[in-house]
């Protein structure tokens, strides 16, 4: 085992959990989280409010190296607008604050998004710089954008002052078993295999979306840790984007692909026995993106493959078929 402890704010949501599950093989790990995790494992757990300096500062007083992924998601932060911000905004200035005081602590690494380059008339090459654009997604997502940029903003600010790492890993739409049961892939996965219709918005279908698989997330991370905890990544104090890297396959697919990658795994796998229908829902919201718009959107992902020294990104398709195929074979046994 790694001579190191990795701590997770946030470690009981879906990515945590993740990685608190892969990381422990490697290394000790603590979650840091409001909820206990969903089940025991090789790691620690204690209470934490990020809302609360003090805690933080003591809970991650003999650690290694944080990862960040504590926020107040989509419906929450829209119904509880003040308690995002505290969490969201000062929870992460609280989180940064902790580990810039803490000599032990080599850095941070937040867990930010794709979706800060916004949904909305996306075209051209999508690399660390394309830039943020919280005004270019759904009325829904749109503070949980502010959100994920303002988190990124202030870890950013803080690697430029410091004289740690202070990092950011941009993922793509994660695919993975125990991925949340409303994101569209499981809610496609799931109708398709209890013979419903595969049920895609309207209004977001034509949407370019990019998409990473669970396994290369997980790759990503453990490299970077090591990277930080090794000394191999210095911090020149002039650079925003210097540790600022996106994760994700570089060939994004539609809502309404999505739908037909998944009805053609369960054709496949249930041997033509379960023939799922896609049925377009109009929930009568503004278009994102027409049928015959078909923007030329590519992501340039030199960085990450140079930087954590990746092979490649398992294609979306393989990533469905996997988990079709697990979830078959569950469901046989």
């Not at 509880?80 to 905004?89: D, S, T």
């Not at 895609?200 to 990277?227: E, G, N, Q, T, W």
């Amino acid at each position: 085992m790694f001579d190191a402890k990795i701590c997770i704010v946030g470690g009981s949501g879906y990515i945590g959990f993740s990685l608190a599950k892969y990381l422990s093989n490697h290394f000790e790990v603590v979650i840091l989280d409001m909820k206990r995790p969903s089940e025991p494992g090789g790691y620690e757990y204690a209470y934490c409010d990020i809302r609360e300096r003090e805690t933080i500062e003591r809970e991650i007083r003999d650690v290694d190296l944080v990862i960040h992924g504590a926020i107040v998601q989509i419906p929450l932060i829209n119904e509880q607008k003040r308690m995002g911000y505290e969490v969201n905004f000062l929870g992460t200035r609280n989180v940064c604050d902790a580990v810039d005081k803490n000599p032990h602590i080599k850095g941070l690494i937040l867990t930010s998004s794709w979706h800060t380059i916004g949904e909305k008339g996306l075209e051209g090459v999508v690399d660390e710089e394309f830039g943020f654009r919280p005004d270019k997604v759904e009325e829904r997502a749109r503070l949980y954008a502010l959100s994920k940029i303002a988190q990124e903003c202030t870890v950013r600010f803080y690697d430029e002052m410091s004289e740690k790492i202070f990092a950011v890993i941009r993922m793509g739409t994660v695919l993975g078993e125990g991925m949340p049961q409303k994101t569209a892939a499981n809610i496609f996965i799931e109708n398709a295999l209890s013979g419903k219709p595969i049920t895609p918005f309207s209004h977001s279908m034509h949407r370019p979306m990019f998409y990473v698989d669970l396994d290369d997330i997980m790759k990503a991370y453990d490299a970077f840790i090591r990277k930080i905890l090794g000394d191999e990544l210095k911090n020149t104090g002039n650079s925003s984007l210097e540790h600022i890297v996106n994760v994700y396959n570089p060939e994004p697919i539609t809502i309404y692909e999505l739908a037909e990658i998944v009805r053609d795994a369960v054709i496949k796998y249930s041997l033509e026995k379960i023939i799922p229908q896609i049925q377009v829902v109009n929930t009568g919201q503004e278009m994102t993106y027409e049928k015959n718009e078909n923007p030329i959107l590519t992501a340039d992902m030199q960085k990450a493959l140079r930087l954590l020294n990746l092979k490649g990104f398992k294609h979306p398709r393989e990533s469905i078929e996997q988990l079709v195929k697990n979830r078959m074979s569950k469901c046989a046994n």
